[in-house]
């Protein structure tokens, strides 16, 4: 079979090898030891795709691939940044004046926390000197972006005493922050639940995040465990590698459909569907009757889609806590094939490697994250994640498909100060 390649952790702790790197990253770029360094995870989402910005369910994991970010500030408005992957350039610019979309490519991401910041009040925020490390793979659809914009809210908060960091309410400002960043600074559309993750998952568990408005801190997220271990389990990641692009206007378009088919029911959110549907005496009966109700065929796929992954949400969280794992394998398929079907969200390479997965014995397997690319979860027995991988990459070897990379997953700890 195919290689497939693995793509390793990076250690943590002050001398592990993440912070150690940004260290002396930032100490080549600005001749200069950093104020300290901090670090946000990746994310994968177990179930619960699309729901996030239609008020409902999520379930994610922190991965153990993480962001690392060499911060110190500084006292006047410029920021200036270097990353691992372009170690030789030095970004620059200034916050003074700065206005959304005024910064292009990967620097909007973190001058965009800081404008946010701003923008929210917290004019004690000014510029920084900035080195990033990552291992979280870029374009794999497993919040790149959000390990980013997460590292420098903790970061920003840190060096410039907000003090939002400390708890996991608090956090929710900077979760505020670093989605602003995304969706008006970077421009790539977000729900918040890639943020939530990186901010608020804890290792040993998935967080069952709810969406819908009003909600406290305490009520918006709750620890599951998730010990795959125990059950004999692995979670196989396997990035595709095929382009991954929420900023294409796909994205958006299914956002507003749903916006539509909630003003055409005359409901604030899809979850309010939702939740009758899920209390309804025959819940099939009552989702075709919402779905009649709807004359635009793509906005009744839609529709389909989001009422039901919020279900599976539920769903998946019982029937892994009962021990009955070919269920919840079955609620992975259901997903993606939702995913596939209703949404539209899905591409060849993310459908081969879920069809191969589940051929060669994965008890369920789904795209996660926005689709379009990306990458795909397996839930498999233990010990067999390499070998499943392989007969993907032999597979996409076959069809002149890009070779995929894979990660083990394990639930990881959140953003955190590590130096």
Not at 129 to 151: K, Q
Not at 396 to 401: A, I, N, T
Request: contains cysteine; charged residues 25%; aromatic residues 6%.
């Amino acid at each position: 079979m195919s290689a497939v390649e693995f793509v390793e952790a990076l250690s943590e702790g002050p001398d592990g090898e993440g912070a150690s790197q940004a260290g002396a990253l930032f100490q080549q770029a600005y001749g200069q030891e950093p104020k300290g360094v901090w670090s946000a995870p990746g994310r994968v989402n177990l179930i619960g795709e699309h729901t996030d910005y239609n008020a409902g369910l999520c379930l994610p994991i922190a991965l153990p691939h993480r962001t690392f970010l060499a911060l110190s500030p500084r006292d006047d408005d410029q920021v200036r940044l270097v990353s691992s992957f372009a170690q030789d350039r030095v970004e620059q610019t200034s916050l003074e004046g700065l206005e959304a979309g005024g910064v292009e490519g990967w620097a909007a991401y973190p001058v965009g926390v800081a404008w946010a910041l701003r923008r929210a009040g917290f004019g004690q925020v000014r510029g920084f000197d900035a080195a990033f490390v990552s291992c979280v793979p870029v374009g794999s659809g497993l919040s790149s972006s959000a390990a980013m914009t997460c590292s420098t809210a903790l970061a920003l908060d840190d060096v410039y005493g907000l003090g939002f960091g400390g708890s996991d309410a608090g956090r929710l400002t900077l979760i505020d922050a670093a989605m602003v960043s995304e969706n008006e600074m970077a421009g790539a559309s977000t729900g918040g639940l890639d943020q939530s993750a990186s901010m608020r998952c804890q290792a040993g568990y998935a967080i069952e995040l709810d969406f819908q408005p009003g909600l406290s801190a305490l009520e918006s997220a709750k620890q599951v465990p998730f010990d795959l271990r125990s059950r004999d389990l692995e979670l196989l990641v396997l990035d595709t590698q095929a382009p991954h692009q929420l900023n294409d206007g796909q994205y958006d378009a299914r956002r507003r459909s749903c916006e539509l088919a909630a003003q055409t029911l005359g409901v604030e959110n899809l979850r309010v569907v939702a939740d009758q549907v899920e209390a309804a005496d025959d819940p099939e009966r009552a989702l075709k009757d919402v779905l009649d109700k709807l004359d635009d065929p793509t906005q009744r796929k839609r529709v389909r889609h989001v009422v039901t992954e919020i279900g599976r949400v539920g769903e998946f969280i019982r029937a892994f806590r009962a021990g009955d794992i070919r269920r919840a394998g079955e609620l992975f398929n259901a997903s993606h094939d939702s995913l596939r079907d209703d949404y539209e969200v899905t591409v060849p390479e993310l459908d081969l490697a879920v069809d191969v997965a589940r051929a060669n014995g994965a008890y369920g397997a789904r795209m996660t994250g926005g689709g379009f690319g990306g990458s795909i979860i397996a839930l498999v027995d233990a010990g067999r994640s390499r070998e499943m991988a392989a007969a993907v990459a032999e597979e996409f070897s076959r069809r002149g498909f890009r070779q995929p990379r894979a990660l083990a997953a394990l639930p990881s700890q959140p953003a955190e100060r590590e130096a």
